[in-house]
Every structure is written in structure tokens, then in C-alpha cells.
């Protein structure tokens, strides 16, 4: 199968080169617990603990106002054009907290800041004082998260379909070369039987593992050199236009960090690797 030109203009960037800004931003950002290979090239367990238990907190149900607030696009973009950091702010909307708005960005993840513009906030931003504590801000990374995904076009992923009648779509950043990447992918046919279809992206975690990633995109059977490159195959494929640079793109931007990283079709980021069984319990696929 050979893949076509894209119609939009690929990102440059690349995710191992960032300015200050996105180190910082990446370098902060508050990790699901999962089970992963991080950004360094080794096999890790991310255990960073969050203010509230997510199974605790509930989520709002109206997170944000309507519409993007020009003025504080504004002010922010002038502030960290004052601040030698070139990143396109895309929009920022009021949220339930008064003068805190989330704002997206080419290239990096989501973030908070205030109606000046003058400072970016990370993490979650917690409501109290009702019968349960309301995280305001995950209604906001699984609705930037979904999308997102959603505006990929499916020939630009690797597609794992669902065995008979699908009950769940879930995206999944994979690199060719990560242990959980792989033990994820030796249970795709037992994740696919309980209904549940995988859309890969690419994630190289390391700029050694692009040239594979780029080659199982460039393959003629896409998937059967993921297969390959998953049990350890050197996968080579002619050079091509690929979305490995989109993805890494759009990963940052939703704040990826190690692989596998996966969403569900709502956003909703729910691993790293799960085992079959917890997979489908996460994403309601039983």
C-alpha cells in the first residue's frame, strides 16, 4: 500500500530539539500512572501522584465557556514573544475557575494562565467545597485530546480493526523499539477479539528509532512491518512522505511522554500498557 502526499504542510520541529519553553513544559507535565517506556529509551513505571485520586475526583461537566478569548490570546503571545519563545498560541478559553483560561498551542502540551497572559500554569486545577473534589481541568485535556485525534486521518495510522462488532477505538503512541510497545502489541489479537480497535500513532522515543518508525510507514504493508519491527525485525522501506515528524507533533501537544500512550476516542488518556483484560475494563469494551 503506498501512502500519499498529505495535504497540509508537515511540522519541522522536532520533539528532541525544544526551546526553553517546551523542555520546561514537558519537564513538569503530570504523568497518568502507567506502565511505559520513557522518552530516555528505558522501560519505566511513571508514579507520579496527583493532588486527586482521578477515580476520586469527578469531572466538570461544563469546563469551559464558549469561545476564544482574543485578548488573552493576545497578551500571552506578546509575553512570550518578550520572552524569546516563538510558539503559536491557537486559543484560550475560560474555564470554571475566574480569570484562569486553558490554552492550546502548536507543539506543546495544553496548559493554564490568567487573563494577563503574564503565567503559564501546569497540572490540575482542583474545585472543593462540594460533596466531592471536581478536577476542572480533565474535561479539558481529554477534550483537546479528542479533537485532536479525531482530525488524523485514518490512512496516516497503523489500524488494528476490532473482530466482529467494535465496542471500543482506542489511539495508541507506539515506538518500534519499547518493551511495553511490544507486549501490548503480542495481545493485539486477544485486544482486537474483545472488540476493540487500535489506531497507531508514531512516537520514536529516541531520534535512532525515526528511521524505523518511518520505515514501517513507508512499507507497502504497513502492518505486517509493524509486526516485524515489534518482534525485533530491522524494518527498511524506501523513503516517503510520512506523518512520523505529525505525530511526534501532535503527541507533545497532548503531553505524551513515554509509550505506549494510549487514549480513547473521548480523549481520555487510560495507559500506557494495560493487559488485554484491563484494557477492555478501561475503555468499556465488556
Request: glycine share 8%.
Amino acid at each position: 500500500m503506498s501512502f500519499s502526499p498529505f495535504s497540509k504542510a508537515m511540522p519541522t520541529a522536532d520533539k528532541f530539539s525544544r526551546n526553553p519553553l517546551s523542555r520546561v513544559i514537558m519537564g513538569a507535565l503530570l504523568v497518568i500512572v502507567a506502565a511505559g517506556c520513557s522518552n530516555n529509551s528505558a522501560d519505566a513505571t511513571n508514579n507520579n501522584a496527583s493532588v486527586v485520586n482521578s477515580a476520586q475526583a469527578k469531572t466538570s461537566n461544563t469546563p469551559t465557556a464558549t469561545g476564544n478569548d482574543a485578548a488573552v490570546v493576545t497578551a500571552l503571545q506578546a509575553n512570550l514573544n518578550a520572552s524569546g519563545i516563538e510558539e503559536k498560541i491557537v486559543s484560550a478559553v475560560p474555564t470554571d475557575m475566574d480569570g484562569i483560561y486553558w490554552v492550546t498551542a502548536e507543539g506543546l502540551p495544553a496548559f493554564f494562565t490568567d487573563k494577563s497572559g503574564k503565567h503559564i500554569i501546569q497540572g490540575q486545577i482542583i474545585a472543593v467545597g462540594d460533596a466531592a473534589p471536581v478536577d476542572i481541568s480533565a474535561a479539558l485535556v481529554a477534550s483537546t485530546a479528542q479533537e485532536a485525534l479525531k482530525a488524523v486521518d485514518k490512512k496516516e495510522m497503523v489500524i488494528y480493526p476490532a473482530k466482529g462488532t467494535t465496542k471500543a477505538v482506542v489511539y495508541a503512541f507506539t515506538d518500534a523499539d519499547c518493551g511495553y510497545c511490544r507486549k501490548l502489541h503480542s495481545e493485539m489479537d486477544d485486544i482486537n477479539a474483545r472488540g476493540i480497535e487500535v489506531r497507531y500513532l508514531a512516537w520514536p522515543r529516541g531520534q535512532e528509532s525515526v528511521p524505523k518508525m518511518e520505515a514501517i510507514w513507508c512499507s507497502q504493508d504497513r502492518k505486517a512491518a509493524m509486526n516485524q519491527a515489534k518482534m525485533g525485525a530491522n524494518v527498511q522501506a524506501p523513503s516517503c512522505a510520512n506523518p512520523v515528524q505529525a505525530h511526534m507533533a501532535l503527541g507533545s501537544r497532548l503531553g505524551v511522554r513515554g509509550t505506549p500512550a494510549i487514549f480513547t476516542e473521548a480523549g481520555e488518556q487510560v495507559g500506557g500498557y494495560l493487559p488485554a483484560a484491563e484494557l477492555a475494563q478501561a475503555v468499556g469494551a465488556i
